[in-house]
T-cell receptor
Framework: QQPVQSPQAVILREGEDAVINCSSS?????VHWYRQKHGEAPVFLMI?????EQKGHDKISASFNEKKQQSSLYLTASQLSYSGTYFC????????????FGKGITLSVRP | GAVVSQHPSWVICKSGTSVKIECRSL??????MFWYRQFPKQSLMLMAT?????????EQGVEKDKFLINHASLTLSTLTVTSAHPEDSSFYIC????????????FGAGTRLSVL
């Protein structure tokens, strides 16, 4: 089942913050975040496996709620290089579960 | 680390011909490789999953005779689009997953296929 991402698009100025959400109707085993620039491969950002987990690198962080059905990606003091399409991928709990990607959110950072 | 190379980056072919796309994990052994198809401004749709030395598992609606997948070694998987037609034109992306990070897929740069 495809996760739902919101908002549909984000436009912000350099230095501003943004939050991207990813939600599922069922409990998840894991949430994966990727960023893809036009015509390029998706680049792995991070994976969250534990309910209540928060992790980050530099100024990009993510959280996974206690129920393990919702994750948010936080971009702090955005840079021009943050522009791209952000996909969350989710793996539901259960055997033989597969990674399914959301529709993606286009984020544009302007000078 | 965790570099996946995909070749070619783009290919233009005539209708009816076959096209082979290679996916290589350069610095790790890929126990599992995945093939995705992506339409413009849309999500990644899983086509098939392949494990080294065994037959690929195709997603519902994906023709196995049309999209031949071979995972001959722990570092190489190939996707062959047989008798390509214009509707097969798309962006094809592979990803690889290794033993050290079994939950993470690392993606290749993708192949843009245009069938005339």
């Amino acid at each position: 089942q495809q996760p739902v991402q919101s908002p549909q698009a984000v436009i912000l100025r350099e230095g501003e913050d943004a939050v991207i959400n990813c939600s599922s109707s069922k409990a998840l085993y894991s949430v994966h975040w990727y960023r893809q620039k036009h015509g390029e491969a998706p680049v792995f950002l991070m994976i969250l496996l534990k309910g209540g987990e928060q992790k980050g690198h530099d100024k990009i962080s993510a959280s996974f709620n206690e129920k393990k059905q919702q994750s948010s990606l936080y971009l702090t003091a955005s840079q021009l290089s943050y522009s791209g399409t952000y996909f969350c991928g989710t793996v539901p709990t259960g055997a033989n579960s597969k990674l399914t990607f959301g529709k993606g959110i286009t984020l544009s950072v302007r000078p | 680390g965790a570099v996946v190379s995909q070749h070619p980056s783009w290919v233009i072919c005539k209708s009816g011909t076959s096209v082979k796309i290679e996916c290589r994990s350069l610095d790790f052994q890929a126990t599992t490789m995945f093939w995705y198809r992506q339409f413009p401004k849309q999500s990644l749709m899983l086509m098939a999953t392949s494990n080294e030395g065994s037959k690929a598992t195709y997603e519902q609606g994906v023709e196995k005779d049309k999209f031949l997948i071979n995972h001959a070694s722990l570092t190489l998987s190939t996707l062959t689009v047989t008798s390509a037609h214009p509707e097969d034109s798309s962006f094809y992306i592979c990803s690889a997953q290794g033993r050290l990070t079994p939950n993470i897929q690392y993606f290749g740069a993708g192949t843009r296929l245009s069938v005339l």
